[in-house]
């Protein structure tokens, strides 16, 4: 595609992971126009192994993604651009999204499935691990510790509910790490459930499987590690758009209705960045719905009316 392509599509899928794919090929099936802009930064790149999707279970997630692409690519009202979607505007008969190259696609509908960014603890050797022997959901990578001893490191409050989720996966540890004090009331739960706790910070972690080094100079090995990152949606489009958005506990979302539409009439989103959770089956439902809603917007609702309840 060139900067004088004056192609109208009826959706801009801004985003090509399992979210986006899944809501492309809904549009794609309805024979409709459709350009998916995806930058390559699926979440879950780090993790050599996908777990609880109905039938890819245990999968390199990056194979997932590549074959979905291969089927969806196969229907030809279907366009992929590689690269990034800088800027988005309303226009009077949809919206215009602007790439990193200052190329404007145009289209009736928007559906932004960017996913989010981790923001994890500052420290030494967790990022490097971050999807091989530090993880975020029990479901996605608990079973394969095989019952071997977990660590949960604590950035808030918020941790007591990893901490109490794990016993069911291993032995568990609770590594406070000086961000907060369990009350009397939580540290009896923590006792019923079994966890320990360390209140000894944390200054490195090193090897695979990882072992915590502590500021009294103990090495503690465990099978895996969890911890609760904070997230932010990975691009501002939403925000350009004024889309309402939602802030919880580990961090910002989209917010969108049962149809996975936000705010703004005529855009939709889906996947991690319109949920406080992920995974890749959450994220190939939501995106399924967001497709559907957003092929029945075009039937109808006409575009005049939807663009004058904004």
């Given at each position: 595609m060139?900067?004088?392509?004056?192609?109208?599509?009826?959706?801009?899928?801004?985003?090509?992971?399992?979210?986006?794919?899944?809501?492309a090929?809904?549009?794609?099936?309805a024979?409709?126009?459709?350009?998916?802009?995806?930058?390559?930064?699926?979440?879950?790149?780090?993790?050599?192994?996908?777990?609880?999707?109905?039938?890819q279970?245990?999968?390199?997630?990056?194979?997932i993604a590549?074959?979905?692409?291969?089927?969806?690519?196969?229907?030809p009202?279907?366009?992929?651009?590689?690269?990034?979607a800088?800027?988005?505007?309303?226009?009077?008969k949809g919206?215009?999204?602007?790439?990193?190259?200052?190329?404007?696609?145009?289209?009736?509908?928007?559906?932004?499935?960017?996913?989010?960014?981790?923001?994890?603890?500052?420290?030494?050797?967790l990022?490097?691990r971050?999807?091989r022997s530090?993880?975020?959901?029990?479901?996605c990578?608990?079973?394969?510790?095989?019952?071997?001893?977990?660590?949960?490191?604590?950035?808030?409050?918020?941790?007591?509910?990893h901490?109490?989720?794990?016993p069911?996966?291993?032995?568990t540890?609770?590594?406070?790490?000086?961000?907060?004090?369990?009350?009397?009331?939580?540290?009896a739960?923590?006792a019923?459930?079994?966890?320990?706790?360390e209140?000894?910070?944390?200054?490195?972690i090193?090897?695979?499987?990882?072992?915590?080094?502590?500021?009294?100079?103990?090495?503690?090995?465990?099978?895996?590690?969890?911890?609760?990152?904070?997230?932010?949606v990975?691009?501002?489009?939403?925000?350009q758009?004024?889309?309402?958005?939602?802030?919880g506990?580990?961090?910002?979302h989209i917010?969108?209705?049962?149809?996975?539409?936000t705010?703004?009439p005529?855009?939709?989103a889906?996947?991690?960045?319109a949920?406080?959770a992920?995974?890749?089956?959450?994220?190939?439902?939501?995106?399924?719905?967001?497709?559907t809603?957003?092929?029945?917007?075009?039937?109808?609702?006409?575009d005049d009316?939807?663009f004058a309840?904004a």
């Amino acid at each position: 595609m060139n900067g004088n392509d004056k192609t109208t599509y009826d959706a801009i899928i801004v985003g090509g992971s399992y979210a986006g794919i899944a809501a492309a090929l809904q549009l794609a099936r309805a024979r409709r126009r459709v350009l998916v802009m995806d930058e390559g930064l699926r979440r879950n790149r780090f993790a050599s192994h996908s777990h609880g999707f109905l039938g890819q279970d245990g999968r390199p997630p990056g194979d997932i993604a590549a074959e979905a692409r291969t089927q969806l690519m196969r229907y030809p009202t279907v366009t992929w651009m590689t690269g990034r979607a800088e800027k988005a505007a309303r226009t009077s008969k949809g919206f215009e999204i602007t790439d990193s190259d200052g190329t404007a696609h145009h289209a009736r509908r928007l559906l932004i499935a960017v996913g989010v960014v981790d923001e994890l603890p500052a420290i030494p050797g967790l990022a490097e691990r971050w999807g091989r022997s530090v993880f975020h959901c029990p479901y996605c990578h608990g079973y394969e510790l095989m019952q071997g001893r977990i660590g949960v490191i604590a950035v808030s409050g918020q941790s007591m509910h990893h901490a109490l989720m794990l016993p069911d996966w291993g032995p568990t540890t609770l590594l406070l790490n000086g961000t907060f004090e369990p009350d009397a009331d939580q540290s009896a739960h923590l006792a019923r459930r079994g966890v320990a706790v360390e209140a000894a910070f944390i200054t490195g972690i090193d090897s695979d499987p990882p072992e915590v080094t502590l500021a009294d100079g103990r090495r503690v090995p465990f099978a895996g590690l969890f911890v609760l990152p904070r997230s932010r949606v990975a691009s501002p489009l939403a925000a350009q758009l004024g889309c309402v958005s939602e802030d919880g506990p580990l961090g910002t979302h989209i917010r969108v209705d049962e149809m996975q539409e936000t705010s703004i009439p005529g855009v939709f989103a889906c996947g991690d960045a319109a949920r406080a959770a992920g995974s890749v089956a959450l994220a190939v439902g939501a995106g399924t719905i967001a497709g559907t809603a957003l092929h029945r917007s075009l039937l109808f609702c006409e575009d005049d009316a939807l663009f004058a309840r904004a």
